[in-house]
T-cell receptor
């Protein structure tokens, strides 16, 4: 069966520090991968999605970036965190296009102090 | 751009009552409408979905209705229980696309 791993679960980082969140999927090949952010009490904001290795689409201009170095690995990064980057970050995957169910990772609660 | 609006943002019901959450979408090409439930501090999980060739779908106490003409769809939970308390998200997407647009979420409280 397919599983998705996301880590770390929680992270407290100072303003201006770098960020790296990692997500891996097992049990499937060539998944579509997504990064979402959920601010406190808010909805799910799509940040990036990837349909293949090295292919990244950005939805929101910001100081975050994403990379997909391997088929089942998706990384969210920042060179310098801002206070406004705090939130709950969720990685997700689909086996096909958007007309199929999305499976989410456990999420990373990021607090920038 | 594509947009999904969801109402209400907060809903409080008494145990045993019904709860209804409504969403509207802007992209007329959307043909897949999932609903996700997110318990506190956990990941969203699919609870029910509907495709545009169907007007209604039911799974035990949960049902979803779709009105393509009006571009709105709704989640109905009957005989609510305290464990139904969570945040519910509607979403819209289309085959051949890669993005799913989520609503802002509805926080449901079921009072025992």
């Amino acid at each position: 069966s397919q599983t998705i791993h996301q880590w770390p679960a929680t992270l407290v980082q100072p303003v201006g520090s770098p960020l790296s969140l990692e997500c891996t999927v097992e049990g499937t090949s060539n998944p579509n991968l997504y990064w979402y952010r959920q601010a406190a009490g808010r909805g799910l904001q799509l940040l990036f999605y990837s349909v293949g290795i090295g292919q990244i689409s950005s939805e929101v201009p910001q100081n975050l970036s994403a990379s997909r170095p391997q088929d089942r690995q998706f990384i969210l990064s920042s060179k310098k965190l801002l206070l406004s980057d705090s939130g709950f970050y969720l990685c997700a995957w689909r086996s096909g296009g958007a007309g199929t169910e999305a499976f989410f990772g456990q999420g990373t609660r990021l607090t920038v102090v | 751009g594509e947009n999904v609006e969801q109402h209400p943002s907060t809903l409080s019901v008494q145990e045993g009552d019904s709860a209804v959450i409504k969403c509207t979408y802007s992209d007329s090409a959307s043909n897949y409408f999932p609903w996700y439930k997110q318990e506190l501090g956990k990941r969203p999980q699919l609870i029910i979905d509907i495709r545009s060739n169907v007007g209604e779908k039911k799974d035990q106490r949960i049902a979803v209705t779709l009105n393509k003409t009006a571009k709105h769809f709704s989640l109905h939970i009957t005989e609510t229980q305290p464990e139904d308390s969570a945040v519910y998200f509607c979403a819209a997407s289309r085959d051949g696309g890669f993005k799913t647009i989520f609503g802002a979420g509805t926080r449901l409280f079921v009072k025992a």
